[in-house]
């Protein structure tokens, strides 16, 4: 065979070589576009649910007041459906039952006071009347903010917050409380009746001297946005990659070169003992 020939060979099995792609790797690539496409897709579902979510809570914070849900109901009351309704409620404090919970607010660190509201029908409602500073933590530092008689309750309706707060549980015995768990407060305090959630009370159902009400805090991050481009962009990198990593042999054009015997750049065209065809990659 003569020189040009195998010359000819060995280029033609080097742009099969090229072109040709690792099965493995390339398996791996798209099996991470296709996942990354997913994580960028639910990203954006995720967006349009939050934006729904704050809508609704929007509406049910600015909404009037409504009753809370009667007892029947109680099962039936979810995060979903119910929670940051606005509601109204009567009653009579339970002020030797209060439980103080650990809390951190634009008022500083302190405690959420919450207290059993008797209703006249037999059920209690925990009621977080407000924010207390820690030097006002005793029930008697606090006495001429506890009314006695029958008091109208105007607030937001809030879920149980079960076991406790980040990295600490409740301790219950000891009278710790890192979270508003309405289950675990009503069996320390004897409320056999209690609702299922909680009522932050709003500005309007403080009291001179009480607890400072109307800090509930109503925010909810929405970052999915930025996720989602985040993952639609590294897509887009790797199937980038992977196609000029794999893709770009088969755009790539041999080009064969015959130098004359004695041209000007024989010599420097020179591989061996023969000057034959050159073969280069456009």
């Known amino acids: 065979m003569s020189d040009t020939g195998t010359l000819t060979g060995k280029a033609e099995g080097t742009r099969g070589k090229t072109a040709r792609p690792s099965l493995w790797l390339t398996v791996l690539s798209l099996t991470a576009i296709v996942l990354l496409i997913a994580l960028g897709i639910w990203q954006v579902e995720r967006r349009a649910w939050k934006l729904a979510l704050i809508d609704r809570v929007e509406q049910r914070v600015h909404a009037p007041a409504e009753p809370i849900p009667a007892p029947a109901s109680w099962p039936a009351v979810t995060t ?16 030797d039952r209060e439980t103080l919970v650990q809390a951190v607010t634009e008022e500083g660190p302190g405690y959420w006071v919450l207290t059993p509201l008797q209703r006249d029908n037999g059920t209690q409602v925990l009621i ?46 000891h009278n710790r409380w890192y979270s508003r768990d309405v289950a675990a407060i009503a069996a320390a305090r004897s409320l056999t009746h209690a609702a299922p959630f909680f009522v932050d009370a709003d500005a309007g159902s403080q009291t001179a001297g009480g607890p400072i009400g109307g800090l509930t805090v109503i925010r ?21 990659k992977l196609f000029v990593t794999f893709g770009g042999g088969l755009f790539r054009r041999t080009r064969f070169v015959h130098e004359p015997e004695g041209g000007p750049d024989a010599a420097a065209r020179r591989t061996g003992s023969d000057a034959g065809t050159i073969v280069e990659q456009a």
């Open 80 to 95: 979903a459906n119910d929670e940051y309704r606005h509601v109204r409620l009567a009653g009579r404090f339970l002020h």
């Open 128 to 173: 977080n009347r407000g924010f207390v500073p820690s030097e006002r933590r005793d029930a008697s530092t606090r006495q001429s903010g506890n009314p006695d008689g029958k008091v109208e309750i105007t607030g937001l309706l809030r879920m149980t917050e079960p076991k406790g707060g980040f990295l600490r549980n409740n301790v219950p015995q």
């Open 220 to 240: 909810f991050p929405n970052n999915h946005l930025i996720y989602a481009l985040t993952w639609f962009s590294l897509a887009f990198m790797l199937a980038g």
